[in-house]
């Protein structure tokens, strides 16, 4: 894949499920080698994707041939690293 071939842009709402989709693998694989499946299962509590970034326009997503292959974000507000998921 060359670099031409990825795409970034502001993150929409209409991507929530398929940033999701993607988080999820990413906590189930790339700590693997890191931490045993207890503690994935457990991480998943604490990790995940803060809406409000969405919201606020400071959370973007990566595509290659429009699937998504990448995703992040950052803030300015004072919060926990965790996201909306702690406050699910």
């Not at 988080?23 to 700590?31: F, K, N, R, W």
């Not at 931490?35 to 604490?46: H, Y």
């Amino acid at each position: 894949m060359a670099n031409g071939d990825l795409r970034h842009r502001i993150a929409r709402r209409e991507d929530l499920a398929a940033i999701t989709v993607l988080m999820d693998a990413a906590i189930a694989e790339l700590q693997k080698p890191f931490l045993d499946d207890a503690q994935i299962r457990s991480s998943r509590s604490i990790m995940g994707l803060d809406t409000q970034l969405v919201d606020d326009g400071t959370y973007f997503v990566v595509e290659h041939d429009g699937v998504l292959a990448g995703c992040g974000g950052w803030s300015r507000r004072a919060t926990m690293w965790w996201g909306s998921v702690a406050r699910a």
